[in-house]
């Protein structure tokens, strides 16, 4: 979930600001609540300077997480182009410590938005450690098919892994999001969460070229991300402050969703809460009639 690190420092300070503020309100409640329970004196700045100084080491953990997690690919011949995460374990941690607690009930959310049914073939581009793969299981059957696609090889072992262990079949292939390496018109549902504030714009354009092509008559997109232009605060949920913090001014690279979906022959395309404050769900849906792609 994490972006890259050239976000200037006008762009955070703000949110570094509102955290700072968040924490000072916070030990102030506390204070208060302390003073009217006959507390001493001196437990009140107390109180206001233990909540900052634990606001601070929180996100610079989060921070030293984020770039311990992730590396920049390169630009090699059939390198993803784009920014990887090398530490699975790390980042399934760090996504729930981001969603406090409510990963789950986030992921639950999503699968609800694409409708996800029996007997679904369903697709996660840049499916990390495979979470929301083994969240549709339950979903899709035993009849369903479940594939992703992941550029870092070390959390395509870790979705493999997860996998097994819970039993559930799924396909999960190392790649690029755009150079999906499936057929045409193989998928009722395409995902694609938290990947494209990672990607150059080209790939990005690429890459909802490629989830329209895999997809079926009748299929459904579901690109949960940043807002375009990083329209903090206007999603809904909870534990958006840290998110944007830490993500900075990526959402200002993410190309126009609603647009390009469109113009790949989306006949519906709405935007909802992601189930935390920072992000946003596109939802697209395409024709019952006609072929995969343009």
Not at 7 to 19: D, E, F, G, I, K
Not at 139 to 148: F, I
Not at 226 to 239: E, F, I, Q
Request: hydrophobic fraction near 50%; aromatic fraction near 4%; include cysteine.
């Amino acid at each position: 979930m994490s972006s890259s690190h050239t976000v200037s420092t006008a762009s955070a300070q703000p949110r570094h600001n509102r955290l700072l503020l968040l924490s000072l309100v916070g030990g102030l409640v506390v204070a208060a609540i302390l003073i009217a329970h006959g507390a001493a004196w001196w437990s009140a700045p107390l109180a206001v300077v233990v909540a900052l100084v634990l606001a601070h080491l929180l996100a610079l953990a989060l921070v030293i997480g984020v770039g311990v997690a992730m590396t920049r690919s390169g630009d090699g011949e059939g390198a993803p182009r784009g920014e990887l995460i090398r530490r699975p374990r790390l980042y399934d941690w760090m996504v729930r410590a981001l969603s406090g607690g409510r990963e789950a009930e986030m992921r639950a959310t999503w699968l609800e938005l694409a409708d996800v049914r029996r007997g679904d073939a369903v697709l996660d581009v840049g499916c990390g450690t495979g979470t929301l793969l083994l969240a549709a299981a339950a979903r899709v059957g035993p009849q369903g098919t479940l594939a992703g696609v992941e550029a870092a090889p070390e959390m395509a072992a870790r979705a493999r892994d997860k996998a097994a262990a819970e039993g559930v079949a799924v396909d999960v292939r190392e790649g690029s999001a755009d150079t999906l390496p499936f057929a045409d018109g193989s998928f009722d549902v395409v995902f694609a969460t938290l990947v494209f504030h990672h990607l150059p714009a080209d790939v990005q354009l690429g890459a909802l070229q490629e989830m329209r092509r895999v997809l079926r008559p009748g299929g459904r997109v579901v690109i949960v991300d940043l807002p375009h232009g990083h329209d903090h605060g206007h999603g809904h949920g909870h534990g958006g402050g840290l998110f944007s913090m830490i993500h900075g001014g990526a959402g200002g690279r993410l190309v126009d969703f609603d647009g390009e979906l469109r113009s790949l022959g989306a006949a519906e395309v709405t935007r909802h809460g992601a189930g935390m404050r920072a992000l946003h769900a596109t939802r697209a849906v395409f024709p019952a009639t006609g072929g995969a792609g343009r």
